[in-house]
């Protein structure tokens, strides 16, 4: 039945990844534990999203403005992802996900740096699906740093092609879609550049209770949706 969908999936889409700290607090957790809860339903939604046959998706891990959360939280997700990334490389390879890191990499402690190159190295054949995981990210800091990578290349004036081609993944094709969890109707600075024409879509359900069905829905979704690229519809 999967197969049969696979012209109208979208080729990549982002996922805002809300309400790790509602799914704890409603349960009398602290918030690490939705976070924990979070990486699990991040592994579901990548296999399902690889089942559906999207080519690439980009998860919002950690944003250049998480940086403001208690000393405490920041210091548990660099953690998290200094330990996680490496510990789930069997899993990554298995199901043959490739992990590429889309953010300010330079501004991430050693730790999760080391993580983060050992991760894309291990995993850099796999062609399930490709798998960017936005850290230390955010969309104006992309296009300032695309912005500065041009000029610093000698470019006197800029064009769209220059932001585009410096972006940090320029050959990773621009998101068709944006999902946000636990209801939320916001960008918070995420994929600003690619998501010129993306559609969007808010669900009410907490990140950490995402799964097979979330990506079904919201594949419908997508199928439901008239795409005019600023055109008229055909
Ligand atoms: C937003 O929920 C979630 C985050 C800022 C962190 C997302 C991180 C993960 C899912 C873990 C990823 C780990 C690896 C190793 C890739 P929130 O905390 O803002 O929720 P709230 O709005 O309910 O407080």
Known sequence: MLATM?????????????????WA???GLP????HIEGLKSLKR??????DHHIPFITLYVFSTENWKRSQQEVGYLMHLLA??????INFFTQEHVRIRVRGDVAGLPEAVRKAIGETEEATKAETGITCCLA?????????VRAANKAIASGRRSLSAEDIQGNLDLCDVPPVDMIVRSAGEHRLSNFLLWDSAYAELASYEKLWPD???REVEQLCEDYRGRTRKFGGLKG
């Open 6 to 22: 696979e012209s109208t999936v979208p080729t990549h889409v982002g996922f805002i990844m809300d309400g790790n700290g509602r």
């Open 210 to 212: 995402w799964g097979e």
């Open 83 to 88: 330990c996680k990334l490496p510990g789930e």
């Open 45 to 50: 939604v990548i296999v399902s999203c690889r």
């Open 31 to 34: 918030r690490a534990a939705g």
């Open 135 to 143: 850290i230390n990210y955010g969309g104006q800091d992309e296009i």
């Open 25 to 27: 607090k409603k349960r």
